[in-house]
């Protein structure tokens, strides 16, 4: 008895779960099928909108009312083609520029070579190119219904440098009559060739029904139609620095001895050149003072001969039966001066006999090198 009772329960509680069921499946369909007429409408309205209005006009019209199915063709042109800027110049072709007289006899005539027009050679960067133009349907394979543009470097220029390299900025081009200006698809990146890339293009640059239409302006005086590639050779570069810094200095110590002190009457004095970690330096005195300095410190400086203005680091030195050290480290601060202090020590201190800085009537000054910050430049 219990058991049966169960049973019939069980198909109770079955039954209701199938009528949820049920009832939910139906609900979800009613409440999708507004948005699945949308995605349907919406395909429509984009293969539409390809064909018939264009991005060019939506580019140019930013003014009319930005209607949904024009920026819907844009968005979809661009995925099709990233990363590539779209964009109208009045400025011709650089490099290159084919003209056809007619646009629906070229598509025709190059049926018989693989639906393939093929410029005359000409030069860009001191290499030699053709530029490709895909005129009909599906070729290359996967281009639809788009006219495809190419370039292709000749690969003479890899014979004897079979591991050379080519890098190029791409543009191509289109001119659009009712506008007179070009139409561009622009590579942001260099593209590179090499021996086993010889070309590089744009599978997708138009679609073919603009050339097919005169009112879109791509076609026009009866037929015409006009393509461009402007190359830019982008070679590597052929100078270079290298910035190091020297901690290892070879001969780091120059003493420098300014004999007849008292006589010297000239606002500064520069020592001879000397070699210290391969770059040649200077000491300069001014034994009165410079600027602020003036009449009441001396003045000392190490001055690089070669006029390099990096970083450096140093002790600078006066010797008597003491000695005066400071350090200066850092870049010059003052351009003719080098690196150094205005007011080194007080005359009065130099001039105290009793610390025989001027013993003999000489001033002795010395520097030690610590470091300095190095720039070596190249050129190929
Ligand atoms: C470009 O073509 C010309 C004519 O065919 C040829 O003389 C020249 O060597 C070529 N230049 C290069 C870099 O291949
Ligand atoms: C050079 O290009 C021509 C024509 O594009 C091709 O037939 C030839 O095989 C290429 N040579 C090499 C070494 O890649
Ligand atoms: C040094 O400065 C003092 C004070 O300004 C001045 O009297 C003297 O003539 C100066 N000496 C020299 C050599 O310039």
Known sequence: MYTEEKKQKNYGSIFIYCFFCFV???????????????????????????????LFDVELSGARPCEFSNSRS?????????PIRQEIRARPPTTYCVKFQSFATMSNLVKSNGNMY???????????????????????????????????????????NPGGEVYAEITFLTYKSTIDKYHILK??????????????GQLNFLEIAYYQNAAHGFIFDGGQSVFGVDILVTPPFKQWEVASYEKNIQDPVYTWKLTKFSIRNLDSYTSDTFSSGGRNW??????????????NSLSLYLVSASGEKGYVQAKLRVI???????????????????????????????KDTSRGFLAGDALKVEVEILSFSKTDSFTK
Not at 123 to 138: E, R
């Open 282 to 295: 200077k000491l300069k005195v001014y034994p009165n003072g410079t600027s602020s300095a003036a009449g």
């Open 24 to 54: 939910l499946v139906v609900e979800v369909a009613r409440f999708a099928k507004p948005y699945y007429n949308d995605i349907q409408n919406l395909m429509e309205t984009e293969a539409e909108a390809v064909v018939e209005e264009g």
């Open 118 to 160: 093929e410029s005359r050679p000409f030069s860009a960067g001191g290499y030699n190119w053709t530029l490709l133009i895909y005129p009909n349907v599906n070729t290359p394979v996967g281009s639809g219904g788009y006219v495809s543009l190419y370039v292709k470097l000749d690969n003479s220029t890899f014979i004897d």
């Open 187 to 200: 590579e942001t990146d260099a593209q590179r060739f090499h021996l086993f890339k010889q070309q590089f």
């Open 74 to 82: 844009a968005q979809n042109h661009q995925k099709l083609s990233i």
């Open 320 to 350: 008597g039966t003491t000695k005066v050290e400071k350090q200066v480290e850092g870049y010059p601060d003052a351009k003719e001066n080098g690196w150094g202090l205005e007011k080194y020590m007080p005359l009065a201190d130099l």
